[in-house]
């Protein structure tokens, strides 16, 4: 089958960005094409989670109807495909990061489990009373709550390091808050609810240069930005299989084989173990070690697909068609009186959070609803950051490169009808 995507590419050859038709694109989403509440579809909550394209759909469809069975145990057939798919969707993992081995890829169900597995592995094992992990006021409630539970275990505590009104980190004063007290830094790449890229080189350097660990949840980076852990210099990365165009309950945790290796499992069970007694058990070696139990195997597989689409696309392509939307909403949303933008970083990835003046947000969601466009309304599970900004809610339009200028033009027509209700 040929997809828009392969139409695309053999009609720009090695530039794509000057033939980036949208439409071909579209043409790669099912859902996108449907209506609802009698409109068509207008889809602008990527970042909570994005559609898929049928090459996703296909390779999850096609891994059940001709390769299911479960890995790494069987010596049958379907079990040697299986097995292969999904060490193939490591293998894709780990080129599509820059991780230098495909054993430092371990697929979790999402950011969110893979913070939870660095807090409980290297933070239980390296944490101690005293001692303190290095958050931002940006963060999403998955970098912050396993931190806390890991520093209440502990008497260790969390430090937040500031930002300005615009949302950016504020670079000094998180240089004067590392110390030798300081075990690991924690930190988001891109923000969900305000969209700041945050200055994550610099970060992971200051940080290094004090001897200190750095973990970046990717989880909202990897949709809009090419990631190259090396580059970056991390030592984790976490990655949402979901909100990059793969299935749901499937991402990535890279981690340095050096700390990983250094690192207890997370949970136990099958899989993990290289022998087990009653008496002792002894563990798998990396990746194995942090994945027990029969793992997303039809999620890596439709992740792996996932990565392939997004690289037919190209990064710099989508950063282009990214960058023109949110440009194009910037000036017309902020053209409108009442709104507010809340968060104008000036390195932002596609995402614009609105106030509009003596209007709720969930009445703002709710009233765009009715003309078929699906934004997100509430704390986007930044409640601490929202507290700072002396909010308890946003709108938000989060964009995908899918997306079009006419749906932006449709999000402001909606905003004026919003204020038009309440007026
Ligand atoms: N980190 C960020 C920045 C997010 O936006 C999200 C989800 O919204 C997560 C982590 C959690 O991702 P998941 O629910 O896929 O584990």
């Not at 990983?260 to 949970?267: I, K, N, R, V």
């Not at 440009?327 to 390195?347: C, M, N």
Request: proline share 4%.
């Amino acid at each position: 089958m040929t997809t828009g995507r392969q139409n695309l590419a053999r009609r720009s050859g090695s530039d794509v960005k000057t033939v980036y038709d949208v439409q071909e694109i579209r043409a790669d989403f099912p859902i996108l094409h449907q209506t609802v509440r009698g409109k068509p579809l207008i889809y602008l909550d990527n970042a909570a989670t994005s559609q898929k394209p049928k090459a996703v759909l296909e390779a999850v469809n096609h891994f059940y109807t001709h390769d299911n069975s479960n890995v790494h145990r069987g010596v049958h057939v379907l079990s040697e495909r299986a097995t292969r798919a999904f060490e193939q969707a490591r293998l894709r993992a780990r080129q599509f990061i820059n991780a230098p081995e495909a054993r430092e890829i371990i697929f979790v169900r999402g950011s969110t489990e893979g913070v939870n597995l660095v807090a409980q592995t290297y933070g239980r094992q390296n944490v101690g009373p005293g001692d303190e992990i290095l958050i931002s006021t940006l963060e999403h409630h998955s970098n912050i709550v396993p931190w806390q539970m890991l520093c209440e275990e502990k008497q260790a505590r969390l430090r937040v390091i500031p930002i300005n009104d615009e949302g950016e980190i504020l670079l000094d004063e998180y240089e004067k808050l590392l110390s030798e007290k300081t075990k690991l830094v924690a930190m988001i790449h891109v923000s969900n609810s305000l969209g700041t890229i945050n200055p994550v080189r610099r970060v992971v350097e200051l940080a290094h240069l004090r001897g200190v660990p750095v973990l970046l949840d990717g989880a909202q980076a990897a949709p809009h930005l090419k990631i190259d852990v090396q580059e970056l210099g991390c030592d984790f990365y976490t990655i949402s299989g979901h909100k990059m165009f793969g299935p749901t309950g499937i991402g990535v945790l890279y981690g340095r084989t050096e700390l990983l290796d250094a690192m207890p499992p997370y949970q136990g069970g099958g899989e993990m173990i290289r022998s087990v007694s009653f008496e002792k058990t002894t563990y798998n070696q990396l990746p194995h070690k942090f994945e027990a139990g029969t793992p997303n195997i039809s999620g890596a597989v439709g992740l792996g697909a996932a990565m392939n689409y997004i690289s037919s696309i190209g990064y710099e392509a989508i950063a282009a068609h990214e960058h023109d939307l949110l440009e194009y909403a910037t000036a017309q949303l902020t053209s409108i009186p009442k709104v507010r933008l809340v968060g104008t970083a000036r390195q932002k990835a596609s995402v614009i959070s609105f106030t509009i003046e003596g209007v709720h947000a969930h009445d703002v969601g709710t009233i765009l609803d009715q003309d078929g466009i699906a934004v997100r309304a509430g704390h986007h599970c930044t409640q601490p950051l929202m507290e700072r900004l002396g909010l308890d809610a946003t709108a938000r339009a989060s964009f995908a490169f899918y997306n079009t200028r006419e749906e932006v033009d449709a999000l402001v027509e909606g905003v004026h009808r919003v204020i038009e209700v309440f007026d």
